[in-house]
């Protein structure tokens, strides 16, 4: 079975590679000139990657979106530039004397036409094109230097007015390739992404067939999967015998503070996702205080997602360093010292990644790539904070490995579950690291790509791996499951989830300047990945079996585990459906739609994973007297409904009407301040403040659980 899994990783990696190669030849060219028509110059050699580079040294994605990929307040500056320019290319046809009819055709003709000679890297327009383009890009620098508090734009966000032009040569670009006809196609370098009927942009017909043709194989495999299962013997569990909670040895209670840690992370992430939302209705203020030079918008939306990744990999991190020790029935001399080290310097990294990310907003390290803001959502930290993290990652996985020797040493002669173990641990670093293949000067296209690779890959897909092996090792010494069933099951959902989920990885990408191809292998692939949610209804009702089979608290890292299953199937799966499909994706790209998604699948997901891992790692070496039932309880549902209640009266609602209000205006609409600070907007976005304060109370509590329980840890000796 593993070399299938091995086969089904290397196709799938090949796919994603050509993909890749495919994203480099066909990514929409950037001029070394833009001309007008009679030969003035309006953008010289360098100036768009200049501005690409502005744009992202002050927080790029966390102001506004380009492509579609970012922030949701403040505007997508492809949408926005493409129709400003269109319209101010329009007014001038106007004034020319031609009818409506004529001055529409005319638009969308020069827009489509492309211009761009490759031969000597000169992109020459159109003459009321080329003054249109001066005049938004004067409207388009003014708010990037002036600011929006609208939109949480803080004043002199660009502190130059030449910088600002910069900048706006960039969305203007951005605009260019969404609307210029790529060679030999009918649509353009964005497959006619975003809607704009000014200039003739639709959804391409091919669009729609791969979106008919990816829910019907989703069909076929949920049929597949039923079928399958249905197949598979239902073993009772056959000897359920809880681990004994006993007294960690030095390196488990260093461990143990990791998740201290780490639940003070998932406590300040909350309170900047609660600051974050609150910039919607009052534009980086707080009740009148002003915060645009204290924690403006994309500060704050920087920390909240930085903080989410840094507290959810601690957890898991934490997790392989306690079950090294477990699993081999020993521990290596020096341990706990490395232990502990790698937490000090991970403590470094996470400070001074939000420091460099929060001053790079404020203008003081933005021209920092080492130190300051890369600019991309989920990978913000400045490159040395980044290789530093990919350092300390090699250094745990030495930790993880000369732990589990013994233990390994053991299952020499077959691929069990320990070496599973260990090869999804080995992917951790080895996965991040593609982090490093991007600057600032990457051309978007290809830095879209590889960003891709760590959010998607990394932790959608590896972690989750390293994840499920380390559950089935523990339900296995736990008499919960025979190994020779848990490897079975292991190797099916890797088998599944990376076969897919690999492919996959372009469904962030149809409308990032990638071919046609990617659109088709991207939506297909996505669809599948939703097949093994199907069996989930029967994997929570396991765990909460498994929980009661074992008692002594273990119930507890159980019902945490069904909550993922639950989140799996209603996040990934069907809140992901709502987006996947590029028929769906084409009219709700940068909406909040995709919030939806992203809440319910990030925290929904992989928070509520990590948190049932920590609590599996804490029942081991907790005493009684320590662990707080009440407290999980109080987080659990805590964290459950307010995440229901945040989905159901604020994200869903907003989501539903910004997507309601692109399919009748286009994006650019959408995302105006007219929607976004329009009456409906603002009051779902006061209706979160239910869900907000009960999810931050779950976290409160799960925080007060894990303080005690690590106390406890650190003062239970071996003489008791």
């Known amino acids: 079975r593993w070399l299938i899994v091995l086969l089904i990783l290397l196709a799938g990696f090949g796919v994603l590679g050509l993909g890749g190669r495919s994203i480099a030849k066909a990514a929409p060219p950037i001029p070394e000139q833009v001309l007008a028509a009679d030969g003035a110059v309006l953008v010289d050699a360098g100036q768009i990657t200049e501005g690409q580079k502005l744009y992202l040294g002050h927080g790029g994605q966390h102001i506004g979106s380009v492509w579609g990929h970012g922030a ?24 020319q004397g031609l009818s409506e009819a004529e001055a529409k055709a005319r638009t969308a003709s020069v827009f ?73 196609t009918a649509a353009s370098y964005t497959q006619n992404w975003p809607q704009e009927p000014l200039v003739g942009n639709a959804i391409t017909p091919v669009s729609h067939l791969w979106s008919i043709l990816s829910i019907v194989l989703l069909l076929a495999g949920v049929g597949l999967m039923v079928w399958y299962h249905a197949r598979q013997p239902h073993e009772a569990f056959p000897e359920p015998k809880a681990i004994p909670a006993a007294p960690g040895t030095d390196s488990q209670r260093w461990s143990a503070l990791y998740f201290a840690i780490a639940m003070a992370l998932f406590l300040v992430q909350v309170g900047m996702g609660v600051l974050t939302a609150h910039d919607a209705v009052e534009g980086n203020a707080l009740y009148g205080l002003d915060l645009s030079r204290i924690m403006p918008y994309a500060a704050s939306r920087t920390w909240h997602l930085q903080l989410a990744v840094f507290w959810i990999a601690t957890c898991w991190l934490a997790m392989g360093l306690y079950l090294g020790p477990k699993l081999s029935g020993r521990e290596p001399k020096g341990q706990a010292l490395g232990v502990a080290g790698l937490l000090l310097a991970l403590v470094v990294v996470v400070v001074g990644a939000l420091v460099g990310g929060h001053q790079a907003v404020l203008g003081k ?62 992917a951790i670093p080895l996965f991040y690291s593609a982090g490093f293949m991007y600057t600032r000067e990457t051309h978007l296209a290809l830095a879209e790509y590889w960003r891709w690779w760590v959010v ?37 959902s890797m088998g599944l989830f990376l076969g897919s989920g690999v492919i996959g990885t372009f469904h962030h990408l149809y409308y990032t300047g990638s071919p046609a191809l990617v659109s088709a292998l991207g939506s297909v692939f996505s669809a599948l990945e939703i ?7 029967y994997e929570i009702v396991q765990s909460l079996r498994a929980g009661r089979a074992l008692g002594s608290g273990y119930e507890w890292p159980f019902k945490y585990f069904a909550a993922v299953c639950f989140w799996n199937f209603l996040g990934a799966g069907i809140f992901g459906l709502l987006i996947n499909p ?3 994706l084409y009219f709700s790209q940068g909406l909040n739609t995709t919030p939806i998604h992203s809440h319910a699948a990030l925290f929904g997901v992989y928070g509520f994973l990590a948190l049932s891992l920590m609590l599996f790692a804490l029942r081991g070496m907790t005493p009684d007297r320590a662990w707080d039932g009440k407290l999980l309880g109080y987080g659990f549902w805590g964290l459950n409904v307010g995440l229901g209640l945040m989905l159901v009266l604020s994200l869903i609602p907003s989501g539903l009407y910004q997507f309601a209000q692109s399919l009748e205006h286009g994006t650019w609409f959408a995302r105006s301040a007219e929607v976004v600070q329009g009456p409906f907007m603002r009051t779902v976005t006061w209706l979160r403040m239910p869900g907000d304060v009960l999810f931050g ?12 329980a690590v106390k406890g840890a650190w003062q239970w000796k071996k003489a008791e």
């Open 72 to 95: 949701y307040l403040a505007p997508d500056w492809t949408a926005k530039a493409l129709h400003q320019w269109a319209e101010h290319t329009l007014n001038r046809f106007r004034g």
């Open 112 to 184: 489509q036409a492309n211009t761009y000679d490759a031969a000597t890297g000169v992109l020459q327009l159109e003459a009321n094109q080329a003054e249109a383009y001066r005049a938004a890009r004067a409207e388009l620098a003014k708010v990037v230097h002036e600011g929006d508090r609208q939109v949480s734009i803080p004043a002199r966000w660009i502190p130059e007015a030449a910088q600002a032009e910069r900048v706006a040569d960039f969305f203007l670009w951005t605009a260019w390739s969404a609307s210029a006809r790529r060679p030999g």
């Open 365 to 426: 390290l933005s021209g920092s790539f080492l130190l300051g803001h890369q600019g991309y959502e989920y990978v913000e930290l400045g490159r040395l904070w980044q290789i530093l993290l990919t350092a300390g990652m090699v250094i745990w996985l030495v930790l993880v490995v000369r732990a589990l020797r013994p233990a390994l040493q053991a299952e020499r002669g077959h691929l069990g579950l320990l070496k599973l173990f260990l090869l999804s641990a080995v």
């Open 456 to 492: 998607h890959l990394w932790v959608e897909g590896f972690f989750e791996v390293f994840a499920t092996v380390a559950i089935a090792l523990l339900s296995t010494r736990m008499g919960l499951l025979r190994e020779s069933t848990a490897l079975r099951a292991v190797n099916l």
């Open 531 to 537: 097949v093994p949610l199907t069996i989930v209804g």
């Open 582 to 584: 590029p028929s769906v």
């Open 697 to 708: 109370l779950g976290a409160l509590a799960i925080l007060l659980f894990t303080v005690k």
